[in-house]
């Protein structure tokens, strides 16, 4: 590994899954050392050694978890070097120390050979340490090219603005100027708000944001489609401070407004309710479903909102939708932040 390469960060060393892959490796290779021709099957041995290996694996967890931000000063690869020389050293020493007491006390419990004992530690360590650091580092770079293409295919998704929208409601405010001006400058402030969040950089945003950018878009709808729509909100037990990415719910209420409502001669109601039950907050919209059967759309909208809820959330989020007799219904379920809260 060479060490004029980028930047990565070392694993933590200190979460509760490293420090138990570290253990079952150090195990692991304590076991096979013991099934190794000519090695002592006694089981005294085998139960000292297994002893050791997970003494010597809590060791190395806390020393590499109390140094890491100073190992980390390092420049290009040098982090990762440093610890491996780190955990040699250190497995050598703690070999040392363990001989040296146990022969200094009589106990006769390690090795009567002091160097092979001292050595065989240090290798296995560097071996193993080596090892383990290049697949933590193989694995820290599979992660990062994810990330990033997973980044780029949700800019690329979140950049697709319907245009129809902006028009529609342009002409909305315009048809309002003569009539109603107030109402026309309201919806100029709401549409400049759904553009803003839509061209904003940052992807983190809160609930309560987007269910303010959902009130400004409803509100130039109504505006828009007049007594054909009528909106049935429930959501007021939802946490408003819970993060959440931006423009996550408005599209899929967009969706329920173009696909559902405006395309119904009288209109619709579309019901809008949220609440919070077993760690989980369960979100969903329902509106009903047009007169005749809507062609079939390129499923883009729910395509990006999946993706974005996995990006984000991984696999404690999800996204059902379909067709519930006259009304079609979705139901986006998200991990509570804080689940004991209310």
Known sequence: MSLRVPRRALPQFCSS??????????????????????????????????????????????????????????????????AWLLAVLLAVLAATVVWWLDHALGTRLAATDGPRFVFGSGTATALVGAA????????????????????????????????????NSLNTALALVPIDPAAAARTLENLSDLFRAALNDSDAGTLGEELDL?????????????ERLCIARDWDDLPRDLPLPRLLLQPLVENAIVHGIAARADGGTLQLRGRRHDGALDIEIINPLPERPARAGTGHGLANVRARIGYHFGARARLQAGAVGAHWHLTLRLPDAHPDRR
Do not use: N, T
């Not at 021709?37 to 109390?66: M, N, T």
């Open 132 to 167: 383990l650091l290049r697949y933590l580092w193989v694995l820290g770079e599979w992660r990062e090219r994810r990330d990033a293409l997973a980044r780029a295919q949700l800019d690329a998704l979140q950049a697709r603005i319907r245009p129809h929208f902006l028009f």
């Open 214 to 226: 959902v009130d400004g878009y409803l509100a130039i709808e109504q505006l828009r489609l007049g």
């Open 17 to 82: 899954a490293e420090l138990l892959a570290l253990l079952v490796v150090a195990l692991l290779v304590a076991v096979v050392m013991q099934l190794a021709p000519g090695a002592d099957a006694h089981l005294r041995v085998w139960s000292l050694a297994l002893l050791f290996a997970a003494w010597l694996a809590a060791l190395l967890g806390v020393v590499l978890c109390k140094s890491r931000r100073l190992l980390q000063l390092l420049p290009g690869a040098w982090p990762w070097a440093g």
